[in-house]
Protein backbone atom coordinates (compact mmCIF):
# COMPACT_ATOMS: atom_id res chain seq x y z
CA UNK A 1 0.00 0.00 0.00
CA UNK A 2 1.26 3.25 -0.75
CA UNK A 3 0.15 6.61 1.22
CA UNK A 4 -1.02 9.26 -0.94
CA UNK A 5 1.59 11.59 -0.07
CA UNK A 6 4.09 8.90 -1.55
CA UNK A 7 2.86 9.13 -4.91
CA UNK A 8 0.96 13.01 -5.21
CA UNK A 9 2.97 15.66 -5.26
CA UNK A 10 -0.24 18.11 -5.00
CA UNK A 11 -3.94 17.57 -2.77
CA UNK A 12 -6.21 20.50 -2.52
CA UNK A 13 -9.72 21.81 -2.39
CA UNK A 14 -10.93 25.14 -4.16
CA UNK A 15 -14.76 26.31 -4.96
CA UNK A 16 -15.60 25.48 -8.07
CA UNK A 17 -18.12 28.57 -8.00
CA UNK A 18 -19.60 30.00 -5.23
CA UNK A 19 -21.96 26.51 -5.21
CA UNK A 20 -19.54 23.66 -5.64
CA UNK A 21 -16.27 22.79 -4.08
CA UNK A 22 -13.48 20.86 -5.98
CA UNK A 23 -11.03 18.75 -4.99
CA UNK A 24 -7.50 18.07 -6.86
CA UNK A 25 -5.13 15.25 -6.99
CA UNK A 26 -2.43 15.44 -8.87
CA UNK A 27 0.08 12.37 -9.18
CA UNK A 28 4.09 12.46 -9.76
CA UNK A 29 4.57 9.56 -11.76
CA UNK A 30 2.30 8.23 -15.16
CA UNK A 31 2.54 4.43 -13.79
CA UNK A 32 0.97 5.76 -10.94
CA UNK A 33 -1.79 7.77 -12.34
CA UNK A 34 -2.69 5.42 -14.94
CA UNK A 35 -3.33 2.58 -12.67
CA UNK A 36 -5.31 4.66 -10.03
CA UNK A 37 -7.43 6.06 -13.36
CA UNK A 38 -7.63 2.62 -14.97
CA UNK A 39 -8.18 0.26 -11.84
CA UNK A 40 -10.88 3.01 -10.77
CA UNK A 41 -8.54 2.90 -7.12
CA UNK A 42 -11.05 6.75 -6.15
CA UNK A 43 -14.33 5.57 -6.07
CA UNK A 44 -17.48 7.75 -5.40
CA UNK A 45 -18.46 5.41 -2.53
CA UNK A 46 -15.42 6.21 -0.96
CA UNK A 47 -16.01 10.35 -1.48
CA UNK A 48 -19.37 9.86 0.04
CA UNK A 49 -18.11 8.06 3.35
CA UNK A 50 -15.42 10.44 3.46
CA UNK A 51 -17.41 13.61 3.13
CA UNK A 52 -20.36 12.68 4.28
CA UNK A 53 -22.89 12.58 1.76
CA UNK A 54 -26.20 12.35 1.57
CA UNK A 55 -27.68 10.08 -1.28
CA UNK A 56 -29.17 13.10 -2.88
CA UNK A 57 -25.55 14.91 -2.86
CA UNK A 58 -23.97 14.17 -6.61
CA UNK A 59 -20.02 13.29 -6.33
CA UNK A 60 -18.49 13.45 -9.86
CA UNK A 61 -14.99 11.93 -10.39
CA UNK A 62 -12.78 13.52 -13.70
CA UNK A 63 -9.54 12.58 -15.02
CA UNK A 64 -7.50 15.06 -16.89
CA UNK A 65 -4.75 13.15 -18.49
CA UNK A 66 -2.24 16.43 -19.58
CA UNK A 67 -1.90 17.19 -15.52
CA UNK A 68 -1.84 13.21 -14.52
CA UNK A 69 -4.81 14.42 -12.03
CA UNK A 70 -8.15 13.05 -10.98
CA UNK A 71 -10.61 16.16 -10.10
CA UNK A 72 -13.42 15.33 -7.42
CA UNK A 73 -16.61 17.71 -7.35
CA UNK A 74 -18.70 17.79 -4.85
CA UNK A 75 -22.04 20.30 -3.51
CA UNK A 76 -21.32 22.81 -0.54
CA UNK A 77 -23.92 22.29 2.20
CA UNK A 78 -23.40 26.25 2.79
CA UNK A 79 -23.16 28.86 -0.24
CA UNK A 80 -19.50 30.54 -0.33
CA UNK A 81 -19.71 32.78 2.20
CA UNK A 82 -23.26 33.10 3.70
CA UNK A 83 -23.91 33.02 7.47
CA UNK A 84 -23.05 29.64 9.04
CA UNK A 85 -20.23 28.80 6.02
CA UNK A 86 -16.89 27.70 7.37
CA UNK A 87 -14.64 28.25 4.39
CA UNK A 88 -15.00 30.99 2.01
CA UNK A 89 -12.50 29.78 -0.27
CA UNK A 90 -13.37 25.92 0.39
CA UNK A 91 -9.57 25.85 0.36
CA UNK A 92 -9.27 23.86 3.42
CA UNK A 93 -11.55 21.04 2.28
CA UNK A 94 -9.00 18.10 1.30
CA UNK A 95 -7.39 17.06 4.24
CA UNK A 96 -9.18 13.95 4.68
CA UNK A 97 -8.11 13.06 1.13
CA UNK A 98 -4.68 12.81 2.73
CA UNK A 99 -5.45 9.20 4.49
CA UNK A 100 -6.37 7.71 0.99
CA UNK A 101 -3.82 4.99 0.67
CA UNK A 102 -3.61 2.94 -3.21
CA UNK A 103 -2.59 -1.08 -3.81
CA UNK A 104 0.10 0.00 -6.05
CA UNK B 1 5.59 33.74 -38.33
CA UNK B 2 3.34 36.49 -36.61
CA UNK B 3 3.07 36.54 -33.10
CA UNK B 4 1.18 38.36 -30.79
CA UNK B 5 2.76 38.87 -26.98
CA UNK B 6 0.72 40.23 -24.00
CA UNK B 7 2.07 41.45 -20.66
CA UNK B 8 0.11 40.34 -17.50
CA UNK B 9 1.69 41.89 -14.61
CA UNK B 10 -0.33 40.23 -11.62
CA UNK B 11 -3.53 37.56 -10.78
CA UNK B 12 -5.47 40.30 -9.41
CA UNK B 13 -4.95 43.98 -9.83
CA UNK B 14 -3.54 45.07 -6.25
CA UNK B 15 -2.15 42.15 -5.98
CA UNK B 16 1.42 43.78 -6.76
CA UNK B 17 4.51 42.56 -9.16
CA UNK B 18 7.97 43.05 -8.47
CA UNK B 19 9.28 46.23 -11.21
CA UNK B 20 11.77 43.93 -12.62
CA UNK B 21 9.69 41.22 -13.82
CA UNK B 22 7.61 44.49 -15.86
CA UNK B 23 10.40 45.36 -16.99
CA UNK B 24 11.35 42.42 -18.63
CA UNK B 25 8.36 41.89 -19.78
CA UNK B 26 8.69 45.52 -21.38
CA UNK B 27 11.81 44.39 -22.76
CA UNK B 28 9.64 41.91 -24.77
CA UNK B 29 7.63 44.51 -26.30
CA UNK B 30 4.14 43.58 -25.61
CA UNK B 31 1.31 44.65 -27.67
CA UNK B 32 -0.95 44.54 -24.83
CA UNK B 33 -0.83 45.15 -21.30
CA UNK B 34 -3.88 43.45 -18.99
CA UNK B 35 -5.19 42.41 -16.27
CA UNK B 36 -8.38 40.89 -14.82
CA UNK B 37 -9.24 42.32 -11.21
CA UNK B 38 -11.92 40.29 -10.12
CA UNK B 39 -13.19 36.81 -8.62
CA UNK B 40 -16.12 35.35 -6.56
CA UNK B 41 -13.82 33.43 -4.44
CA UNK B 42 -14.02 36.28 -1.62
CA UNK B 43 -17.53 35.84 -1.00
CA UNK B 44 -21.00 37.51 -1.52
CA UNK B 45 -19.88 40.20 0.45
CA UNK B 46 -17.74 42.72 -2.12
CA UNK B 47 -20.42 42.06 -4.66
CA UNK B 48 -23.51 42.58 -2.83
CA UNK B 49 -22.01 45.70 -0.65
CA UNK B 50 -20.38 47.74 -3.87
CA UNK B 51 -17.12 47.17 -2.02
CA UNK B 52 -13.52 46.24 -3.25
CA UNK B 53 -11.98 43.39 -2.09
CA UNK B 54 -8.39 44.93 -3.17
CA UNK B 55 -6.52 47.97 -1.27
CA UNK B 56 -6.66 51.38 -2.84
CA UNK B 57 -3.04 52.01 -2.48
CA UNK B 58 -2.38 48.69 -3.90
CA UNK B 59 -4.33 49.30 -6.58
CA UNK B 60 -3.24 52.41 -7.57
CA UNK B 61 0.61 51.70 -7.29
CA UNK B 62 0.07 48.37 -9.96
CA UNK B 63 -2.12 51.32 -12.33
CA UNK B 64 0.97 53.65 -11.92
CA UNK B 65 3.15 51.38 -13.58
CA UNK B 66 0.66 50.03 -16.30
CA UNK B 67 -0.81 53.28 -17.07
CA UNK B 68 2.46 55.53 -17.56
CA UNK B 69 4.00 52.84 -19.35
CA UNK B 70 0.98 51.93 -21.68
CA UNK B 71 0.54 55.01 -22.77
CA UNK B 72 4.51 56.48 -23.02
CA UNK B 73 5.17 53.05 -25.31
CA UNK B 74 1.35 53.54 -26.76
CA UNK B 75 0.84 49.87 -25.63
CA UNK B 76 -3.06 49.30 -24.95
CA UNK B 77 -3.76 48.76 -21.45
CA UNK B 78 -6.76 46.39 -20.57
CA UNK B 79 -8.45 46.18 -17.07
CA UNK B 80 -11.40 43.87 -16.18
CA UNK B 81 -13.51 43.02 -13.75
CA UNK B 82 -12.54 46.68 -12.03
CA UNK B 83 -13.11 46.82 -7.84
CA UNK B 84 -12.63 42.76 -7.53
CA UNK B 85 -16.80 42.85 -8.13
CA UNK B 86 -17.35 44.65 -11.15
CA UNK B 87 -20.57 46.59 -10.43
CA UNK B 88 -20.91 49.92 -11.25
CA UNK B 89 -19.71 51.56 -7.59
CA UNK B 90 -16.37 48.84 -8.19
CA UNK B 91 -15.69 50.63 -11.58
CA UNK B 92 -16.51 54.02 -10.17
CA UNK B 93 -14.33 53.33 -7.50
CA UNK B 94 -11.10 51.98 -10.52
CA UNK B 95 -11.80 54.77 -12.12
CA UNK B 96 -11.28 57.93 -9.57
CA UNK B 97 -8.13 55.64 -9.62
CA UNK B 98 -7.35 55.87 -13.54
CA UNK B 99 -8.60 59.71 -13.40
CA UNK B 100 -5.98 60.56 -10.48
CA UNK B 101 -3.39 58.69 -11.79
CA UNK B 102 -3.23 60.49 -15.02
CA UNK B 103 -3.47 63.79 -13.60
CA UNK B 104 -0.76 62.76 -11.41
CA UNK B 105 1.45 61.39 -14.28
CA UNK B 106 0.37 63.94 -16.57
CA UNK B 107 -0.88 61.46 -19.06
CA UNK B 108 -3.24 61.95 -22.25
CA UNK B 109 -5.47 59.09 -23.86
CA UNK B 110 -8.78 57.83 -24.46
CA UNK B 111 -10.10 56.20 -22.07
CA UNK B 112 -13.06 53.22 -22.33
CA UNK B 113 -15.81 52.42 -20.13
CA UNK B 114 -17.61 49.33 -20.29
CA UNK B 115 -20.07 49.06 -17.19
CA UNK B 116 -21.38 45.48 -16.70
CA UNK B 117 -24.68 45.69 -14.84
CA UNK B 118 -27.50 44.29 -15.48
CA UNK B 119 -30.93 46.15 -14.47
CA UNK B 120 -33.02 44.10 -11.64
CA UNK B 121 -36.42 44.32 -14.41
CA UNK B 122 -34.22 42.86 -17.08
CA UNK B 123 -33.44 39.74 -14.95
CA UNK B 124 -36.74 39.20 -13.43
CA UNK B 125 -37.89 39.43 -16.97
CA UNK B 126 -35.89 36.46 -18.15
CA UNK B 127 -36.41 34.77 -15.04
CA UNK B 128 -40.71 34.73 -15.70
CA UNK B 129 -39.93 33.88 -19.48
CA UNK B 130 -37.83 30.73 -17.84
CA UNK B 131 -35.13 32.39 -19.86
CA UNK B 132 -32.34 31.77 -16.53
CA UNK B 133 -30.68 28.37 -16.71
CA UNK B 134 -29.11 28.19 -13.27
CA UNK B 135 -25.30 26.51 -13.44
CA UNK B 136 -24.60 23.43 -11.72
CA UNK B 137 -25.37 22.91 -8.60
CA UNK B 138 -27.12 26.03 -7.85
CA UNK B 139 -30.33 26.01 -5.81
CA UNK B 140 -33.66 27.32 -7.03
CA UNK B 141 -34.25 31.05 -6.95
CA UNK B 142 -37.50 33.21 -7.04
CA UNK B 143 -38.37 36.51 -8.15
CA UNK B 144 -38.33 38.03 -4.63
CA UNK B 145 -34.64 36.84 -4.31
CA UNK B 146 -33.43 38.40 -7.65
CA UNK B 147 -35.27 41.94 -6.62
CA UNK B 148 -33.39 42.08 -3.01
CA UNK B 149 -29.73 41.73 -5.20
CA UNK B 150 -28.06 45.17 -4.56
CA UNK B 151 -25.90 44.78 -7.58
CA UNK B 152 -26.19 42.53 -10.77
CA UNK B 153 -23.35 41.83 -12.96
CA UNK B 154 -23.11 39.94 -16.33
CA UNK B 155 -19.82 38.85 -17.64
CA UNK B 156 -18.86 40.21 -20.83
CA UNK B 157 -16.91 38.13 -22.92
CA UNK B 158 -14.30 39.90 -26.22
CA UNK B 159 -16.93 41.79 -27.73
CA UNK B 160 -17.25 45.23 -25.78
CA UNK B 161 -13.41 45.16 -25.68
CA UNK B 162 -12.75 44.74 -29.12
CA UNK B 163 -15.80 47.58 -29.18
CA UNK B 164 -13.36 49.81 -27.40
CA UNK B 165 -10.76 48.93 -28.95
CA UNK B 166 -12.27 50.09 -32.54
CA UNK B 167 -12.86 53.36 -31.05
CA UNK B 168 -9.31 53.85 -30.40
CA UNK B 169 -9.44 53.46 -26.94
CA UNK B 170 -5.91 53.32 -25.01
CA UNK B 171 -7.12 52.26 -21.68
CA UNK B 172 -9.75 50.43 -21.19
CA UNK B 173 -11.70 49.79 -17.48
CA UNK B 174 -14.64 47.01 -17.71
CA UNK B 175 -16.58 45.39 -14.81
CA UNK B 176 -17.41 42.15 -14.69
CA UNK B 177 -15.72 40.12 -17.49
CA UNK B 178 -14.85 36.39 -18.31
CA UNK B 179 -11.01 36.31 -16.76
CA UNK B 180 -9.84 35.65 -20.19
CA UNK B 181 -11.65 38.45 -22.23
CA UNK B 182 -9.28 41.26 -21.44
CA UNK B 183 -6.35 39.13 -22.89
CA UNK B 184 -8.09 37.12 -26.05
CA UNK B 185 -10.49 40.20 -27.42
CA UNK B 186 -7.30 42.14 -29.04
CA UNK B 187 -5.56 39.02 -30.83
CA UNK B 188 -9.12 37.14 -31.60
CA UNK B 189 -9.62 40.90 -33.48
CA UNK B 190 -6.27 40.36 -35.55
CA UNK B 191 -7.20 36.81 -36.68
CA UNK B 192 -5.14 34.32 -34.01
CA UNK B 193 -7.69 31.54 -33.06
CA UNK B 194 -10.01 31.88 -30.39
CA UNK B 195 -9.30 28.60 -28.79
CA UNK B 196 -5.28 29.18 -28.45
CA UNK B 197 -6.30 33.04 -27.35
CA UNK B 198 -8.65 32.51 -24.77
CA UNK B 199 -6.44 29.58 -23.31
CA UNK B 200 -3.28 31.63 -23.04
CA UNK B 201 -6.32 34.54 -21.40
CA UNK B 202 -7.21 31.76 -19.06
CA UNK B 203 -3.60 31.21 -18.06
CA UNK B 204 -2.68 34.60 -18.21
CA UNK B 205 -5.10 35.76 -16.16
CA UNK B 206 -3.91 34.28 -13.46
CA UNK B 207 -0.44 35.55 -14.08
CA UNK B 208 2.33 33.64 -12.52
CA UNK B 209 0.56 31.45 -10.43
CA UNK B 210 0.46 28.99 -13.32
CA UNK B 211 4.18 28.82 -13.15
CA UNK B 212 6.86 27.40 -10.15
CA UNK B 213 7.08 28.45 -7.62
CA UNK B 214 3.37 29.73 -8.22
CA UNK B 215 2.74 33.31 -7.75
CA UNK B 216 -0.47 35.87 -7.81
CA UNK B 217 2.02 38.56 -7.13
CA UNK B 218 4.66 38.23 -10.24
CA UNK B 219 4.02 39.03 -13.96
CA UNK B 220 4.36 36.79 -17.33
CA UNK B 221 4.24 37.02 -20.87
CA UNK B 222 2.32 34.94 -23.31
CA UNK B 223 3.63 34.56 -26.72
CA UNK B 224 0.59 33.34 -29.31
CA UNK B 225 1.00 32.43 -32.51
CA UNK B 226 -1.12 31.17 -35.12
CA UNK B 227 -0.39 27.52 -34.11
CA UNK B 228 0.65 27.60 -30.64
CA UNK B 229 1.33 29.80 -27.18
CA UNK B 230 4.32 29.89 -25.62
CA UNK B 231 3.86 31.34 -21.38
CA UNK B 232 7.72 33.42 -20.42
CA UNK B 233 8.18 33.63 -16.73
CA UNK B 234 9.52 36.92 -15.99
CA UNK B 235 11.57 36.26 -12.70
CA UNK B 236 14.72 33.79 -12.95
CA UNK B 237 13.44 32.19 -9.78
CA UNK B 238 10.26 30.90 -11.57
CA UNK B 239 9.68 28.55 -14.22
CA UNK B 240 6.80 27.51 -16.23
CA UNK B 241 6.61 23.46 -16.41
CA UNK B 242 4.05 21.09 -18.00
CA UNK B 243 2.83 20.06 -14.59
CA UNK B 244 2.26 23.48 -13.68
CA UNK B 245 0.97 24.54 -16.77
CA UNK B 246 -1.80 21.75 -17.15
CA UNK B 247 -2.76 21.70 -13.06
CA UNK B 248 -3.51 25.04 -13.58
CA UNK B 249 -6.16 24.35 -16.03
CA UNK B 250 -7.67 22.22 -13.51
CA UNK B 251 -7.86 25.28 -10.86
CA UNK B 252 -11.15 26.10 -9.75
CA UNK B 253 -12.68 24.21 -12.84
CA UNK B 254 -15.86 21.87 -12.27
CA UNK B 255 -14.57 19.66 -15.70
CA UNK B 256 -10.84 20.22 -16.71
CA UNK B 257 -11.46 19.19 -20.24
CA UNK B 258 -14.51 21.41 -21.26
CA UNK B 259 -14.62 24.85 -19.60
CA UNK B 260 -17.42 27.06 -20.70
CA UNK B 261 -17.53 30.82 -21.65
CA UNK B 262 -19.57 33.50 -22.96
CA UNK B 263 -20.24 31.90 -26.59
CA UNK B 264 -18.64 28.98 -26.40
CA UNK B 265 -16.69 25.92 -25.31
CA UNK B 266 -12.88 25.80 -24.41
CA UNK B 267 -12.42 22.08 -25.63
CA UNK B 268 -8.59 20.73 -23.80
CA UNK B 269 -9.25 17.57 -24.90
CA UNK B 270 -6.63 17.57 -27.75
CA UNK B 271 -4.51 20.27 -25.37
CA UNK B 272 -0.75 19.88 -25.81
CA UNK B 273 2.08 20.79 -23.46
CA UNK B 274 5.73 20.85 -24.27
CA UNK B 275 8.71 22.37 -22.56
CA UNK B 276 10.46 25.06 -24.67
CA UNK B 277 13.68 25.31 -23.07
CA UNK B 278 14.43 28.74 -20.71
CA UNK B 279 11.37 27.84 -18.02
CA UNK B 280 9.01 28.20 -21.07
CA UNK B 281 6.16 25.85 -22.31
CA UNK B 282 4.19 25.59 -25.52
CA UNK B 283 0.32 24.76 -25.48
CA UNK B 284 -1.24 23.72 -28.80
CA UNK B 285 -4.79 21.82 -29.52
CA UNK B 286 -6.96 24.05 -27.05
CA UNK B 287 -10.06 24.19 -29.79
CA UNK B 288 -12.82 27.24 -29.89
CA UNK B 289 -16.28 25.58 -29.64
CA UNK B 290 -18.77 28.40 -30.52
CA UNK B 291 -22.46 28.05 -28.66
CA UNK B 292 -25.47 30.01 -28.41
CA UNK B 293 -24.09 33.07 -26.99
CA UNK B 294 -24.87 33.72 -23.27
CA UNK B 295 -23.65 35.73 -20.24
CA UNK B 296 -23.11 34.55 -16.67
CA UNK B 297 -24.92 36.93 -14.38
CA UNK B 298 -24.15 37.03 -10.61
CA UNK B 299 -26.11 39.08 -7.58
CA UNK B 300 -25.53 38.27 -4.22
CA UNK B 301 -28.72 39.58 -1.94
CA UNK B 302 -28.40 41.10 2.29
CA UNK B 303 -28.86 38.43 4.01
CA UNK B 304 -29.39 40.78 7.57
CA UNK B 305 -26.35 41.56 9.89
CA UNK B 306 -23.63 40.06 12.01
CA UNK B 307 -22.04 39.78 15.13
CA UNK B 308 -19.59 37.52 16.02
CA UNK B 309 -17.51 36.32 19.35
CA UNK B 310 -14.65 34.81 19.80
CA UNK B 311 -13.53 32.54 22.55
CA UNK B 312 -11.81 29.69 23.61
CA UNK B 313 -12.41 26.74 25.91
CA UNK B 314 -9.30 24.84 28.11
CA UNK B 315 -11.30 23.03 30.28
CA UNK B 316 -10.88 19.17 30.12
CA UNK B 317 -14.88 18.46 31.77
CA UNK B 318 -15.94 21.63 29.24
CA UNK B 319 -14.79 19.93 26.54
CA UNK B 320 -15.63 16.20 26.55
CA UNK B 321 -19.47 17.56 27.14
CA UNK B 322 -19.00 20.45 23.87
CA UNK B 323 -21.46 19.33 21.87
CA UNK B 324 -24.59 18.52 24.39
CA UNK B 325 -23.53 21.71 26.10
CA UNK B 326 -23.59 23.90 23.03
CA UNK B 327 -26.79 22.29 22.03
CA UNK B 328 -28.26 22.67 25.52
CA UNK B 329 -27.27 26.56 25.28
CA UNK B 330 -29.12 26.83 21.83
CA UNK B 331 -32.40 25.83 23.49
CA UNK B 332 -32.05 27.98 26.43
CA UNK B 333 -31.05 31.21 24.15
CA UNK B 334 -34.12 30.40 20.99
CA UNK B 335 -36.53 30.50 24.19
CA UNK B 336 -34.97 33.97 25.47
CA UNK B 337 -34.74 35.30 21.66
CA UNK B 338 -38.53 34.05 21.71
CA UNK B 339 -39.34 35.70 24.66
CA UNK B 340 -37.86 38.93 23.38
CA UNK B 341 -39.40 38.61 20.37
CA UNK B 342 -36.52 38.53 18.53
CA UNK B 343 -35.59 36.50 15.55
CA UNK B 344 -31.99 35.89 14.22
CA UNK B 345 -29.77 32.60 13.84
CA UNK B 346 -27.17 31.31 15.44
CA UNK B 347 -24.24 29.24 14.52
CA UNK B 348 -21.14 27.60 16.76
CA UNK B 349 -17.71 27.81 14.74
CA UNK B 350 -15.93 25.18 16.91
CA UNK B 351 -12.13 25.26 16.27
CA UNK B 352 -10.38 22.05 17.21
CA UNK B 353 -13.49 19.88 16.45
CA UNK B 354 -15.17 20.52 13.22
CA UNK B 355 -14.78 24.30 13.20
CA UNK B 356 -13.74 24.37 9.42
CA UNK B 357 -15.07 21.25 7.74
CA UNK B 358 -18.76 21.40 10.12
CA UNK B 359 -20.94 18.62 9.41
CA UNK B 360 -18.74 17.11 6.63
CA UNK B 361 -15.76 16.17 8.96
CA UNK B 362 -14.93 12.89 8.88
CA UNK B 363 -13.04 12.73 12.45
CA UNK B 364 -15.55 12.79 15.45
CA UNK B 365 -14.04 11.64 18.14
CA UNK B 366 -10.38 13.56 18.36
CA UNK B 367 -10.80 15.81 21.44
CA UNK B 368 -8.10 18.45 21.21
CA UNK B 369 -7.16 19.69 24.66
CA UNK B 370 -8.45 23.42 23.79
CA UNK B 371 -11.33 24.36 21.40
CA UNK B 372 -11.70 27.95 19.93
CA UNK B 373 -15.54 28.94 19.93
CA UNK B 374 -16.60 31.49 17.39
CA UNK B 375 -20.38 32.54 18.05
CA UNK B 376 -22.08 34.05 14.71
CA UNK B 377 -25.34 35.93 15.25
CA UNK B 378 -27.26 36.69 12.24
CA UNK B 379 -30.71 39.06 12.23
CA UNK B 380 -32.18 41.61 10.90
CA UNK B 381 -30.57 44.42 11.92
CA UNK B 382 -27.43 44.70 13.41
CA UNK B 383 -28.81 45.55 17.10
CA UNK B 384 -30.81 42.23 16.87
CA UNK B 385 -27.62 40.73 16.15
CA UNK B 386 -25.50 42.24 18.83
CA UNK B 387 -28.29 41.41 21.29
CA UNK B 388 -27.81 37.60 19.66
CA UNK B 389 -24.36 37.50 20.24
CA UNK B 390 -24.82 38.85 23.65
CA UNK B 391 -27.06 36.86 25.20
CA UNK B 392 -25.19 33.51 23.72
CA UNK B 393 -21.82 34.42 24.92
CA UNK B 394 -23.16 35.67 28.60
CA UNK B 395 -24.98 32.31 28.62
CA UNK B 396 -22.28 30.00 27.72
CA UNK B 397 -20.25 31.86 29.71
CA UNK B 398 -21.44 31.16 32.98
CA UNK B 399 -23.25 28.17 31.62
CA UNK B 400 -23.58 25.82 34.61
CA UNK B 401 -22.83 22.27 32.12
CA UNK B 402 -22.87 18.63 34.19
CA UNK B 403 -19.76 18.29 36.41
CA UNK B 404 -18.29 21.46 36.12
CA UNK B 405 -16.04 22.10 38.81
CA UNK B 406 -14.73 25.75 37.22
CA UNK B 407 -17.52 27.91 38.44
CA UNK B 408 -15.62 31.61 37.82
CA UNK B 409 -16.44 31.48 33.96
CA UNK B 410 -16.31 29.15 30.87
CA UNK B 411 -14.62 31.44 28.03
CA UNK B 412 -11.59 32.38 27.85
CA UNK B 413 -11.76 35.86 25.49
CA UNK B 414 -8.89 37.30 23.51
CA UNK B 415 -10.45 40.86 23.48
CA UNK B 416 -12.01 43.55 24.86
CA UNK B 417 -14.59 44.18 23.43
CA UNK B 418 -15.62 40.51 23.19
CA UNK B 419 -18.13 41.28 20.08
CA UNK B 420 -17.22 42.30 16.60
CA UNK B 421 -20.33 43.80 14.71
CA UNK B 422 -19.42 42.83 11.48
CA UNK B 423 -22.20 44.60 9.41
CA UNK B 424 -24.01 43.58 6.64
CA UNK B 425 -23.98 40.08 5.53
CA UNK B 426 -24.71 38.79 1.71
CA UNK B 427 -25.51 35.38 -0.13
CA UNK B 428 -24.70 34.75 -3.86
CA UNK B 429 -28.37 33.96 -5.30
CA UNK B 430 -27.42 34.72 -9.23
CA UNK B 431 -25.29 32.29 -10.95
CA UNK B 432 -27.23 31.90 -13.67
CA UNK B 433 -27.18 32.16 -17.64
CA UNK B 434 -28.85 34.51 -19.73
CA UNK B 435 -29.00 35.88 -23.31
CA UNK B 436 -26.51 38.09 -24.68
CA UNK B 437 -27.77 41.15 -25.81
CA UNK B 438 -25.65 43.38 -28.31
CA UNK B 439 -26.66 46.59 -26.06
CA UNK B 440 -25.84 44.84 -23.15
CA UNK B 441 -21.90 46.07 -22.47
CA UNK B 442 -22.21 49.87 -23.71
CA UNK B 443 -18.90 51.43 -24.30
CA UNK B 444 -18.27 54.58 -22.84
CA UNK B 445 -15.02 56.99 -24.33
CA UNK B 446 -13.77 59.86 -22.17
CA UNK B 447 -10.71 61.98 -23.24
CA UNK B 448 -8.58 62.60 -20.00
CA UNK B 449 -6.70 65.27 -20.72
CA UNK B 450 -2.96 65.41 -19.16
CA UNK B 451 -2.96 68.80 -16.59
CA UNK B 452 -0.51 68.35 -14.14
Redesign the interface.
Known amino acids: MKKIREIA ?2 VRS ?7 L ?1 L ?1 I ?1 FDRETDYRAVKERGMITPAQIR ?4 LTPDEPV ?1 I ?1 Y ?1 D ?4 V ?1 I ?1 L ?15 GA ?2 H ?2 LLSLEFDL | MKQFRILAPTAILGYGFPVGSFQRGLELEPHLIAVDGGS ?6 YLGSGKPFTDRAAVKRDLRYMLVEGVRRGIPVIIGTAGGSGAAPHLAWCRDIVTELAHEEGLTFRLGIIPADVATETVVEAFRQNRLTP ?5 GIDETAIRACTHIVAQMGTEPFAAALDLGCQVILAGRAYDPAVFAAMPIMQGYPAGLAIHMGKILECAAIAAEPGSGADAAVGILREDRFELVPLNPERRFT ?2 ST ?2 H ?9 RLPGPGGLLN ?1 TA ?3 EASGDGRITVQGSVYEPAAKKVKLEGAQP ?2 F ?1 TVCIAGVRDPIMIDGIQSILSELRQRVDGMLAEAGIAG ?1 V ?1 F ?1 LYGAN ?9 RSQPAHELGIVI ?1 A ?1 ADTQAQADTICSMTRSTLLHYGYPGRIATAGNLAFPFSPSDLSTGA ?4 VL ?1 HLMDYREDMFPVETVEIGGSR
Open positions: SVKNAGPFQTDLSMYSRVFPALAKVPRRTPAGNPGDTDVYQQGP | TDPGPYLEGVPRRAASLYEKSDPLLCRFLGRKWHGVMGSREPAEVCYGFC
